[in-house]
């Protein structure tokens, strides 16, 4: 069993940065990122294996960077260059499988509470 939380959302103005940050309890082989907005469907974002390989959506490459602390069973998620678009409950998400790169929610088993992130401007 794999308990996620996550932290570090909040409200920031357009053009500014966040770092969210999810522990993880117990093993995890992939964990991503994911995101809902009011009214959409909850999509993928960003994702890390155990090896350091990532994955981005296109619309957040060149702007968010994902990384994983292994001796903390931690990943971050650091978002530069926020966009009011931007705005979604923020996610985090375990799997063992390996289509994981291919960020589709269904891959994913195990989720976080979940950390609001709100851009204005």
């Known amino acids: 069993q794999v308990q996620l939380v996550e932290s570090g959302g909040g409200s920031v103005q357009s053009g500014g940065s966040l770092r969210l940050s999810c522990a993880a309890s117990g093993y995890a082989y992939s964990m991503g990122w994911f995101r809902q907005a009011p009214g959409k469907e909850r999509e993928g974002v960003a994702a890390i294996d155990s090896d350091g390989s990532t994955t981005y959506a296109d619309f957040v490459k060149g702007r968010f960077t994902i990384s994983q602390d292994n001796a903390k069973n931690t990943v971050y998620l650091q978002m530069n260059s926020l966009k009011p678009e931007d705005t979604a409950m923020y996610y985090c998400?375990?799997?063992?499988?390996?289509?994981?790169?291919?960020?589709?929610?269904?891959?994913?088993?195990?989720w976080g509470q979940g950390t609001q992130v709100t851009v204005s401007g």
């Open positions: 998400a375990a799997t063992a499988k390996r289509e994981w790169w291919l960020l589709r929610r269904a891959d994913f088993g195990y």
